[in-house]
């Protein structure tokens, strides 16, 4: 069955750390995005990318670094950079129009001690 | 930027009750999704409409253009229903054009 893969579903890491979340579709979808979730607030998107070897900042981008070297993988890395890494992380694709028929993955719930 | 507001934030109810969560937004939009999230965090999209109405067993949802308004419906509702419900809408504009609410966190009690 296509879906979303995320892995792993918890991750825990020392402050300081980098740390890399992996996204893989077998969807056939242009767009992929990676949102983060806090308790009480909406997903807020982090870096999003439309075509492979392109990506785009979201709203949230400070702290994080992505790559899309294949339409199927998106990987996420957490850097040192970010001030309050502890999260949910997801990831999403999409067909070339996002309006129609988002998927998303299982989630990965990081902890930063 | 479109602003997404959902009511309750909370809900329980008992087994076998109607239920409806709703969803307003401030900013014409092309299409609004739900979506459910359960405990272990997956998402999964319920529905994604732009105009009336659409029915998936026992959840139907609806939207009002006009008013800035859709809500979801779950018939006899079950535990299993117990989920985390969140409304998304897409304005066509920005990154990934979604602008997500916060969540309706329901629990059905046996």
């Known amino acids: 069955d296509g879906g979303i893969t995320q892995s792993p579903k918890y991750l825990f890491r020392k402050e300081g750390q980098n740390v890399t979340l992996s996204c893989e579709q077998n969807l056939n979808h242009d767009a992929m995005y990676w949102y983060r979730q806090d308790p009480g607030q909406g997903l807020r998107l982090i870096y999003y990318?439309?075509?492979?070897?392109?990506?785009q900042k979201g709203d949230i981008a400070e702290g994080y670094s992505v790559s899309r070297e294949k339409k199927e993988s998106f990987p996420l890395t957490v850097t040192s950079a970010q001030k309050n890494p502890t999260a949910f992380y997801l990831c999403?694709?999409?067909?070339?129009?996002?309006?129609?028929?988002?998927?998303f993955g299982s989630g990965t719930r990081l902890t930063v001690v | 930027k479109n602003e997404v507001e959902q009511s309750p934030q909370n809900l329980t109810a008992q087994e076998g009750e109607f239920i409806t969560i709703n969803c307003s937004y401030s900013?014409?939009?092309?299409?609004l999704h739900w979506l459910q999230q359960h405990p272990g965090g997956g998402i999964v999209s319920l529905f994604m409409?732009?105009?009336g109405k659409k029915k998936h067993g026992r959840l139907i949802a609806t939207i009002n253009i006009q008013e800035k308004h859709s809500s979801l419906h779950i018939t006899a509702s079950h535990p299993r229903d117990s989920a985390v419900y969140i409304c998304a809408v897409y304005s066509g504009g920005g990154a990934d054009g979604l602008t997500f609410g916060k969540g309706t966190h329901l629990i059905i009690q046996p």
């Open positions: 999403a694709s999409s067909p070339q129009r996002p309006a129609y028929g988002y998927t």
């Open positions: 990318s439309q075509i492979v070897n392109d990506f």
């Open positions: 409409l732009s105009s």
């Open positions: 900013v014409g939009i092309s299409a």
